[in-house]
């Protein structure tokens, strides 16, 4: 070998080399700037998905303890209105429970923007468990009794079921770390 070939030779192992270097470093940037990413979503999830929760126990029970158990507000709603239950139960029960439950859109919305898709996935039991519950409140019989009783605890054990399961899958996604190998696919979000 001779003294210009081996100088080409290290020449080429020095560019080679210097290519590889770059290459390297910016994947190392590149994996350093997704977890920082995710770690601030990670941050961001946390604080929708306990606003979440929280807005959830308040309006659950609110709809549920809507309906007084007391003869006394009946027969005071009764008087009130002339006698026409419908039109009592409308002003105090049907407008209040919409409202109530529209307390519960802009967490819901919040969550499902920042996901992941099971976190989707659980949102949308919490909402059609909000609408059964705004529906079965409603319909309850007026004044209450037993049967009524029955099936308003039935509603609290369907609202804290759609509850567990949002807090597991919250949980699940909460404790996993960000990492750049776990991405799937382009959009960075966890199945």
């Not at 929280?54 to 006698?83: F, M, Q, R």
């Not at 804290?160 to 919250?170: E, G, L, Y």
């Amino acid at each position: 070998m001779t003294t210009e070939q081996a100088t080409v030779i290290a020449a080429l192992i020095g560019v080679v080399g210097g290519l590889a270097g770059v290459c390297i470093g910016r994947w190392q940037v590149r994996d350093e700037a997704i977890v920082e990413h995710e770690q601030w979503l990670r941050g961001q999830r946390q604080e929708a998905y306990t606003a979440l929760l929280a807005a959830w126990d308040a309006s659950i029970s609110k709809l549920i303890d809507l309906l007084p158990s007391d003869d006394e507000h009946w027969a005071h709603l009764e008087a009130t209105y002339e006698g026409d239950l419908i039109e009592a139960t409308e002003e105090s029960i049907w407008n209040t429970s919409l409202k109530i439950k529209g307390d519960l859109d802009q967490p819901l919305e919040r969550v499902q923007l920042l996901g992941p898709n099971i976190i989707d996935a659980a949102c949308v039991v919490l909402a059609s468990t909000a609408d059964t519950v705004v529906q079965k409140v409603r319909q309850v019989r007026f004044p209450l009794d037993q049967a009524a009783i029955v099936e308003l605890d039935e509603l609290r054990d369907r609202a804290d079921a759609a509850r567990t399961k949002f807090f597991i899958a919250a949980r699940q996604v909460i404790h996993t770390p960000p990492s750049p190998r776990r991405r799937s696919g382009r959009s960075g979000r966890t199945a």
